[in-house]
């Protein structure tokens, strides 16, 4: 039973290119979340999606950052034109339908570096 | 906003001591409590947390963390470590009416020395 996968482990863009993270949620689970991580700092909460909804979004910046998690596939947190202040570790989480929501389980990151 | 410190950023420790990872929070209202751990490579884990009931929780990797509410604490210890604790710790709340979404503190590196 694989965990919560996530792609690329590493990912190099140029300022204004964009990055595209993957994350395969565990099998069964429908609930998926996207983290970040600054330097220095701890994970901070971006946004809460259901598979073609989503549900709280309040921590993604209101500018370049989308994210969503089709009926197929993986989630994708899609940033574009990226900036240096981009620069982070992003992760993932997801958790089962109805389930205990305070039972996320993580995956291994995608550190995204801007130069 | 609730938010949460971690007084630590690194611990250096020797095998088989103690360790004491500290984490205040601070909220207005009625949280969850949580340990995540870290391994080299690897996602973040859930260690332990605190919901409801004994202030005192335990892993099954010998850690315990007891929820103190009047002091906003949440202090992870292990009487005895072993090579293999080395990693990143994290403490987070959420709030009971939206407990899908973690604060996290900065994290603690613990270091284990033969």
């Known amino acids: 039973n694989a965990g919560v996968m996530q792609n690329p482990r590493h990912l190099v863009r140029r300022r204004g290119q964009e990055a595209r993270l993957r994350c395969s949620p565990m099998?069964?689970?429908?609930?998926v979340y996207w983290y970040r991580q600054l330097p220095e700092e701890g994970l901070k909460f971006m946004v809460y999606?259901?598979?073609?909804?989503?549900?709280?979004e309040s921590g993604m910046p209101k500018e370049r950052f989308s994210a969503e998690f089709p009926k197929e596939g993986p989630s994708i947190l899609r940033i574009q034109q990226v900036v240096r202040g981009d620069s982070a570790a992003y992760f993932c989480?997801?958790?089962?339908?109805?389930?205990?929501?305070?039972?996320?389980?993580f995956g291994q990151g995608t550190r995204l570096t801007v130069v | 906003a609730q938010s949460v410190t971690q007084l630590d950023s690194q611990v250096p420790v020797f095998e088989e001591a103690p360790v004491e990872l500290r984490c205040n929070y601070s909220s207005s209202v009625s949280v969850y409590l949580f340990w995540y751990v870290q391994y080299p490579n690897q996602g973040l884990q859930l260690l332990l947390k605190?919901?409801?009931?004994?202030?005192l929780v335990e892993s099954i990797n010998g850690f315990e963390a007891e929820f103190n509410k009047s002091q906003t604490s949440f202090h992870l210890r292990k009487p005895s470590v072993h090579i293999s604790d080395t990693a990143e710790y994290f403490c987070?709340?959420?709030?009971?009416?939206?407990?899908?979404?973690?604060?996290f503190g900065a994290g603690t590196t613990v270091t284990v020395r033969a």
């Open positions: 999606l259901q598979k073609e909804n989503i549900i709280d």
């Open positions: 989480a997801s958790s089962p339908p109805g389930g205990d929501n305070t039972e996320a389980f």
């Open positions: 987070a709340v959420s709030l009971i009416s939206n407990d899908y979404k973690l604060s």
């Open positions: 099998k069964g689970h429908s609930h």
């Open positions: 605190y919901l409801s009931g004994s202030t």
